[in-house]
């Protein structure tokens, strides 16, 4: 059974940068595709950023040029630099894998969030402004 870790949320003032880290176990990250997402108190999740088996990469269009999500196959960890952060950045951020390609070793997640498997237990961001 797969784990998934995160950790470097926290507060930082507007315009700051946080790098939140996936920590996943075995070699899950190879053969997924990894999203990070995010959730207010009494809102549904919504998908942050993800990256696909062909290291295609998707970005919620008010992260797009501030956020960068990026793995480290070799320290099976994956990353999201947040920067120039704004208070509307705020929620917790979950890690998630989606290990179950299709036929050809493609996985590609989706917007649903049953799509994938895999989740951490979040790790806060806090912006204040």
């Known amino acids: 059974e797969a784990q998934l870790v995160e950790s470097g949320g926290g507060s930082v003032q507007t315009g700051g940068s946080l790098r939140l880290s996936c920590s996943a176990s075995?070699?899950?990250?190879?053969?997924?595709?990894m999203g990070w997402w995010s959730q207010v108190p009494g809102q549904g999740m919504v998908r942050v950023a993800r990256?696909?088996?062909?290291?295609?990469?998707t970005y919620l269009d008010s992260v797009k040029g501030r956020f960068t999500i990026s793995p480290d196959n070799a320290k099976n960890t994956m990353y999201l630099q947040m920067n120039s952060l704004k208070p509307e950045d705020t929620a917790m951020y979950y890690c998630?894998?989606?290990?179950?390609?299709?036929?050809?070793?493609?996985?590609?997640?989706?917007?649903?969030?049953?799509?994938?498997?895999?989740w951490g237990q979040g790790t806060q961001v806090t912006v204040s402004s």
């Open positions: 998630a894998a989606d290990s179950r390609p299709d036929s050809t070793g493609y996985s590609g997640g989706s917007l649903d969030t049953s799509r994938y498997n895999y």
């Open positions: 075995g070699d899950i990250m190879r053969t997924s595709c």
């Open positions: 990256i696909d088996t062909l290291n295609v990469t």
